[in-house]
């Protein structure tokens, strides 16, 4: 069964440091993978994709993520934080196929960016 | 980019009425949309692939009599929740592809049932 683990519930850092936000998945087929990135109590705003072509897709907002298909991982970065960075984030799986258009989401990371 | 939108934006109910929500995708055509719900501090999880012209495709566990979708239009879905019950109070956000496999998704509606 397709699944995605993000790692962390919870990242704090400091504005202007590294934000690195943890995904990885479990899958039988090449998936299409997604970071989105939510607001409170506003919907999801699409960050970035990876639909297989190039494995570092760079995204809105500074953020990129790198497609590791070794590692079953999609890990989500940007280089220096800023506070408007702070949301919760979902890293999210489609299989494609008969399955096309669903999302399975992860249970998402709560970025904190302190001063 | 693709902006769809959700009315009501909150909602706050009795036990045992029923209540509905829209679903619209303002600048595109979609014949399928997604409705997740959203419980608090948790991930958004997939109810049901709403198909126009046709009858909704609900995930396993999800009751299809106690939660109605109706694909009237290329742009619109709607998501009724019939004899709502507190448990059902939630987040309950749509979502419509575009372009392929990117699902855009509205603003949600939450619902509180008293």
């Given amino acids: ?115 | 980019g693709a902006v769809v939108s959700q009315h009501p934006s909150w909602v706050i109910c009795k036990s045992g009425t029923s209540v509905k929500i829209e679903c619209r995708s303002l600048d595109f055509q979609a014949t399928t949309m997604f409705w997740y719900r959203q419980f608090p501090k948790q991930s958004l999880m997939l109810m049901a692939t709403s198909n126009e012209g046709s009858k909704a495709t609900y995930e396993q566990g999800v009751e299809k009599d106690k939660f109605l979708i109706n694909h009237a239009s290329l742009t619109l879905s709607t998501l009724t929740v019939t004899s709502a019950h507190p448990e059902d109070s939630s987040f309950y956000i749509c979502s419509a592809p575009l372009g392929g496999e990117t699902q855009y998704f509205g603003p949600g509606t939450r619902l509180l049932v008293l």
């Fill in chain 1, 1 to 115: 069964a397709q699944s995605v683990t993000q790692l962390g519930s919870h990242v704090s850092v400091s504005e202007g440091a590294l934000v690195l936000l943890r995904c990885n998945y479990s899958s039988s087929v090449p998936p299409y993978l997604f970071w989105y990135v939510q607001y409170p109590n506003q919907g999801l705003q699409l960050l970035l994709k990876y639909t297989s072509a190039a494995t570092l897709v760079k995204g809105i907002n500074g953020f990129e993520a790198e497609f590791k298909k070794s590692e079953t991982s999609f890990h989500l970065t940007k280089p220096s934080a800023h506070m408007s960075d702070a949301a919760e984030y979902f890293c999210a799986f489609n299989a494609g196929g008969t399955s096309y258009g669903k999302l399975t989401f992860g249970q998402g990371t709560i970025l904190t960016v302190h001063p």
